[in-house]
């Protein structure tokens, strides 16, 4: 499924049991086993991208070398709890396809 279908999807699941949902961004990772590596030069992901939810990173392969090369993007959202306030961060992670 495209990054933007992933991301309409995921603000109804979270409106369901949250008073508030809020798309923040997505940035560019490199997800390998039991870990995650971003640039600090990351970019934003484009919408368009074919993505696959990732549920577990011990299923990954090893990470080889020191270079990072993105495979993947963290999607972060901003939620509001019933009866709270403040808004709080909650992210996703999605591998490319």
């Known amino acids: 499924m495209k990054l933007s279908q992933f991301i309409e999807e995921k603000i109804k699941e979270l409106l369901q049991t949250n008073k508030?949902?809020?798309f923040k961004y997505a940035t560019d990772v490199e997800f390998s086993k039991n870990s995650v590596s971003e640039m600090f030069t990351a970019g934003s992901t484009p919408l368009d991208k074919e993505v696959?939810?990732?549920?577990t990173l011990s299923?990954?392969?090893?990470?080889?070398?020191?270079e990072v090369i993105p495979n993947g993007s963290t999607v972060r959202f901003e939620i509001k709890r019933p009866r709270k306030r403040k808004y709080e961060s909650v992210s996703f992670n999605v591998l490319w396809v």
């Open 20 to 22: 508030e949902a809020n």
């Open 52 to 55: 696959v939810e990732l549920h």
């Open 59 to 66: 299923d990954l392969p090893e990470r080889s070398g020191i």
